[in-house]
């Protein structure tokens, strides 16, 4: 069973850049079958979907928040990493990354959540 981990930072100040980086335990990266996906959801609100990367290097980014958002993968170290700049409070939440199977249109594989904290 494939697992997907988070990593990076818990507490940020605002203005400052989320970096996080989704680690993934098997060798699933190397095909567009799957869209690798980060998805966040603030307290009390509901699942946001953030962007997603293909494997061969095709991005989504969802509009709201348009250009502070970055990915990319690094798919020798089965590795995708978020980006979003000039963080605000309203950016708190936990941020998911998870496995987005092309085919049949589901988020099949889920990491456990990072709480991220934007605080002055």
């Known amino acids: 069973q494939v697992l997907l981990l988070e990593s990076g930072p818990d507490l940020l100040k605002p203005s400052q850049t989320l970096s996080l980086t989704c680690t993934v335990s098997?060798?699933?990266?190397?095909?567009?079958?799957?869209?690798w996906t980060w998805i966040r959801q603030p307290p009390g609100k509901g699942l946001e979907w953030i962007a997603f990367i293909t494997y061969s290097g095709f991005t989504y980014y969802t509009p709201s928040l348009g250009s502070r958002t970055s990915i990319s993968r690094d798919t020798p170290k089965n590795q995708f990493t978020l980006q979003l700049s000039s963080v605000t409070p309203e950016d708190t939440a936990v941020y998911y990354c998870?496995?987005?199977?092309?085919?049949?249109?589901?988020?099949?594989?889920w990491g456990q959540g990072t709480l991220v904290t934007v605080s002055s």
């Open positions: 098997d060798n699933s990266m190397p095909t567009n079958y799957y869209y």
């Open positions: 998870a496995r987005f199977q092309a085919i049949n249109r589901f988020l099949e594989v």
